[in-house]
C-alpha cells in the first residue's frame, strides 16, 4: 500500500517539471532497486489513478531494476546477492547489505512541449 505515496511523490515530481516547461510528460524513468519493496506493477496501476487530469495523464512509467549488492566483510569484495546466502563467492566471507539495491528514485522525466499556439 506505501507504492501510493511514493506515486503521488513520483507523479508529483514529473507534473511540477511539465508546468515549468508549459508541457506534458511523456515518459518516467524510475529506478527501483529490488530491496527498496517497491512492486513496479502496483506503481503503474497508481499512477494511472494519480495522474488522471494532470499534465502526467497518459505518460509512459519505465523502471529500472537494481539487482542487490553485498559487500564482503573478509576481502571487500561487491556481489550480487544469491537467495539465501550471504557467502563472498571469492573467499567464503560473510556479505553485509549495501545500499545497492535500495534505491528508489527518479531518474529522469521526459516532456512533450507543444510549441504552437494555434
Ligand atoms: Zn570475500
Known amino acids: 500500500m506505501h507504492e501510493y505515496s511514493v506515486t503521488v511523490r513520483i507523479a508529483k515530481i514529473a507534473c511540477d517539471e511539465a508546468e515549468k516547461a508549459h508541457g506534458r510528460v511523456r515518459e518516467i524513468d524510475l529506478v527501483v532497486g529490488d ?24 505518460a509512459r512509467l519505465t523502471i529500472e531494476r537494481v539487482r542487490p549488492k553485498l559487500r564482503c566483510s573478509s576481502c571487500g569484495a561487491l556481489f550480487e546477492k544469491k537467495p539465501f ?31 504552437s499556439c494555434t
Open 85 to 115: 546466502s550471504f557467502a563472498c563467492p571469492l573467499c567464503g566471507g560473510n556479505g553485509t547489505p549495501t545500499e545497492i539495491g535500495r534505491e528508489f528514485y527518479v531518474k529522469s522525466v521526459k516532456l512533450e512541449v507543444s510549441d
Open 35 to 58: 530491496e527498496a519493496g517497491f512492486v513496479g506493477e502496483s506503481i503503474q496501476m497508481y499512477f494511472d489513478v494519480v495522474s488522471r487530469g494532470t499534465p502526467c495523464e497518459g
